[in-house]
């Protein structure tokens, strides 16, 4: 436990208790972790709210400053964090150091962004001005999908906002942000950053402790629900990105074998571990078929293997909770449909299963209906558009979502009609810090990343001063 330490107050400490990080390419323990108590998060909200007072009126300057500084340090350290981030998580080295790049470029890109006074009227009556105050301690809960990229879509914003943190990382992939944390206490004021780990029971006392401010959360949507009604115990700010069911709309000007590898990787990046991946596929049925059977081919061709070996494309599922809910997303994916490529658990150490194709399956069912997290796409034909948008648009999730067609007219008509936050055309999966970013319907509350990010971190307040 002496390699990894919980961040409070600007020490570097050991948790109350320890708990196992297992590597879920092997199942065996990659190390032992501090694991916080209630006692340590309170010192730490504590250690944040003393730091607020002082790190609120730090130039903003002098914020930005630090938070890049802290992208150069996490930028020098890609491999070894790289590294570490794929033992822990799973995905292929490739991803994960691809991970802390993004990391480095989201933290130094929203620690450009600026708050300016806003003046709204100025005559010979009033004055009217309008500010963006920070709010006091952020509590960032952070998923084990993206361990650390995750922590740089809230902490700049936050941090350059004027507020102080508490970051909460997942009790499965706790170690690479408790390195950050390394980096973190060498370039921050002491209490302006804190970071806990739990296994997953201080998730309540952080949303409703009383000295937190808001919260920012990333995570499922029943989760979501939870911190929400927490949050209401003193009308906390929130901030949810929750879960999606992403749609992609294929239609019929299309060549199968020309989308289907933006189809395929934007279903299966990570093992299909990500909030925005296409979780359903509309087909039109004049290529249903060689659409399936492209998808099918290069589902067969992926090496799904240890993220650290060479050449693996796919690596396993991230802990044994969510392989065992993918295994039953296959069982009703052999109830109802067709499975033509993959279906297969892999007969090996690890939480590994196949991508996997299933085509004859339709609304209704488990594996369209609901979000699988997995490698599973199911593909359901179609024969209007308009029968195709009133499917997509049934679900209770409005996260994502894409049209592929060759008529660009066409397709950006359908995709303002779909009901997500972001809608691609001929491509899934592409954000990034300057493109705002918020779900739609039970997908979330708030935005995140660009200014509109950054807002969601202050609190306006209008100067109305008489003349």
Known sequence: ????????????????????????ATEEVLAVCPRGSERQLNEAVA?????????RKVPMADRRAMVMKLADAVEARVDEFGRLLTQEQGKPLAESTAE?????????????????????EDNETRRVEMRRKPLGVVGCIIPWNFPVLIVAFKAPVALLAGNTIVIKPAPTTPLTTLRLGELINEIFPAGVVNIVTDQ?????????????AKISFTGSTETGKKVMASAASSIKRITLELGG???????????????????FGGATMNAGQVCLAIKRVYAHESIYDELCD??????????????????????????????????????????????????????????????????????????????????????IKFSDTEEALERANASPWGLGGSVWSNDRDKAYELACEIDSGTVWINKHLDFGPNIPF??????????????????????????????
């Open 438 to 467: 918020g779900g739609a319907k039970q997908s979330g509350i708030g935005v995140e990343f660009a200014e509109e990010g950054l807002y969601e971190f202050t609190q306006i307040q209008v100067i109305n001063e008489a003349r």
């Open 47 to 55: 250690a944040a709210k003393a730091a607020f007072k002082t790190w």
């Open 200 to 212: 997953n029971d201080l998730g309540g006392v952080l949303t409703t402790h009383p000295d937190v």
């Open 294 to 379: 492209e998808l099918a081919r290069l589902a067969d061709a992926a090496v799904v293997d240890d993220g650290l070996k060479q050449g693996a494309q796919i690596g396993p599922l991230q802990n044994k909770m969510q392989y065992e809910k993918v295994k039953g997303f296959l069982e009703d994916a052999r109830a109802n449909g067709n499975i033509i490529a993959g279906g297969q658990v892999e007969d090996r150490p690890g939480y590994f299963i196949r991508p996997t194709i299933v085509r004859d399956v339709t609304d209704g069912t488990k594996i369209v209906d609901e979000e699988q997290f997995g490698p599973i796409l199911p593909v």
């Open 1 to 24: 436990m002496s390699d990894y330490k919980l961040l409070i107050g600007g020490q570097l400490v050991d948790g109350d208790a320890a708990m196992d990080v297992i590597n879920p």
């Open 100 to 120: 802390i790049a993004y990391t480095a470029a989201f933290l130094r890109y929203l620690a450009s962004l600026d708050l300016e006074n806003k003046l709204i």
């Open 245 to 263: 069911n992403d749609a992609a709309i294929v239609l019929p000007d299309v060549d199968p074998k020309v989308v289907a590898p933006g189809i």
